[in-house]
């Protein structure tokens, strides 16, 4: 198990940024083989998929980040970011990481990180 570990929400006015980190408890070679994910849920709402990133570092986001929102990985520190830029209060949510697999699974979740923007 990755055993994700989610940090850096918090508060933040619309049009601000956050750098939401995650970092696994595994050796850098096995974090290494995996595709990791970051999604986020609103209260009442469905866990949605925020952004991806493959092993080999190509990214994909849905509608709902697109532009705004910029995921990478450091291999080496066992680490990925989410770069969140132009926030907006739809964007309230707990933020989660997790590998695609696991997330496809619904299983092995972190407590993720709270990001509450205001106008």
């Known amino acids: 198990q990755v055993q994700p570990v989610e940090s850096g929400g918090g508060l933040v006015r619309a049009g601000g940024s956050l750098t939401l980190t995650c970092t696994a408890a595994?050796?850098?070679?096995?974090?290494?083989?995996?595709?990791m994910v970051w999604y986020r849920q609103s209260p009442g709402k469905q866990r949605e998929l925020v952004a991806k990133?493959?092993?080999?570092?190509?990214?994909t986001y849905p509608d709902s980040g697109q532009g705004r929102f910029t995921i990478s990985r450091d291999n080496v520190k066992r680490t990925v970011y989410l770069q969140m830029i132009s926030l907006e209060p739809e964007d309230t949510a707990i933020y989660y990481c997790?590998?695609?697999?696991?997330?496809?699974?619904?299983?092995?979740w972190g407590q993720g990180t709270q990001v509450t923007v205001s106008t």
């Open positions: 997790n590998t695609f697999n696991s997330a496809l699974r619904n299983s092995d």
């Open positions: 595994v050796s850098s070679s096995e974090f290494s083989r995996y595709a």
């Open positions: 990133i493959s092993s080999g570092g190509v990214t």
